[in-house]
Structure formats: C-alpha cells, structure tokens
C-alpha cells in the first residue's frame, strides 16, 4: 500500500564525504517515498583523494543517518559515457535490478548535466525534484576540512550522529591526500 506521494525515488551522487545539504535531499526523499534508492556512483573508485571513501564505507555512513528499512544504498560504478542518455538507461537498469521497478522519483541538486539522463526514453515517465542548495557547502570543503584537522567546521556540516566517526574518516582522507589518479566520470 503506497503511503507517500511516490513509490520510489532515487539519488545518485558520490557522497565523498556526506553532508547537511546531501542529508537535506535524502530527507526529502524519505518524506516522499515509500522506499528510497541511494546510488553511490563511482563505487568502483577508493583511496583517492576525490574518492577516499569505499562504497562500503559510504553505505555505512549513509546508514547510520538513515537506518530506515525503507532506505537502501546500492552501488554504481562508473562506465564511463559521461551524463548522457545512454547513463541514465545504466542507472535505470541498476534500479531495475535493485527493486523489480522504475523510480518514479528522481531527486537531485540542480544541476544541468541530469536534464538529459531520460530524454528519449520511450514510456518512461520519472518526476525529477531539484532540491535547491540552502546549505552552502560541498564534498571537497568536507574533506579540505579533514586535510586541514578542522573538526568544528566539519561538525558545523556534519550530522551528529557521524562525530564520533571523525578520526577514522579523517585517517582516511589524509592517507588518500597524494592519490590523484582518478577513473571516475
């Protein structure tokens, strides 16, 4: 029985580290659907310093701020085409094989290069909500914030609940500082 407005919704992002901005959008999902796919993209990547985190790790963090059974992180490798139509059928498979269905429930930040992901899509019919960034902050300040030991900014973007995982994420990001390389999208 469909309790929200939309069965499901999706997000796709890296997550490198998560924020108060990212947390804003899954919120909102959870608000709206009766289940949520997170998709954790460049999930084939670790160790970098644009990727320091496992998509394991990732889940981790995901689900200690979202333990809901009606939340679920799945991982999505890159396969390297860019923001096209062809990645949005990619994603749109990997739901598929996730939860037996589409979305019907896109959520993003406004950005440009996810305008395209569906177009042409014959029968496909996916709302899209753009959450508009209220918290003025992104994955690399995070980890800029790690690199430079700044636990009360991390904190100020931070949820709570992630505080006592600080020194192990850090260790993490400042062991991936000098790793560059980088096969992601």
């Known amino acids: 029985m469909q309790l ?10 890296r997550f490198q580290a998560l924020h108060l901005g990212h947390q804003e959008m899954i919120q909102t999902a959870v ?13 084939q990547e670790s160790r970098t ?17 979202f333990p809901q059974d009606s939340v679920s992180v799945y991982p999505l490798p890159d396969i390297f ?4 139509s062809r990645w949005g059928e990619y994603v749109l498979d990997n739901v598929r094989k996730y939860f037996g269905m589409l979305p019907d429930l896109l959520i993003s930040g406004k950005e440009i290069r996810r305008i395209s992901w569906f177009d042409g899509m014959n029968g496909v019919s996916i709302a899209e909500l753009y959450i508009p960034k209220s ?22 973007y931070t949820d709570p609940v ?4 600080y020194e192990k994420l850090r260790e993490i990001v400042v062991s991936c500082k000098d790793n560059t390389e980088s096969e992601s999208i």
Request: charged share 30%; glycine share 8%; with cysteine.
């Open 4 to 13: 929200r407005p939309y069965r499901l919704g999706i997000l796709v992002g």
């Open 31 to 43: 608000d709206l659907c009766d289940e949520v796919g997170i998709f954790l993209g460049s999930s």
């Open 49 to 65: 310093i644009k990727n320091p985190f496992t998509w394991e790790e990732r889940k981790r963090i995901l689900k200690t701020v």
């Open 81 to 84: 085409i860019g923001n096209t």
């Open 135 to 156: 918290i003025d902050i992104s994955a690399s300040e995070l980890r800029e914030f790690f690199l430079n030991d700044d636990r009360a900014s991390w904190e100020r």
């Open 162 to 165: 992630l505080y006592p995982m």
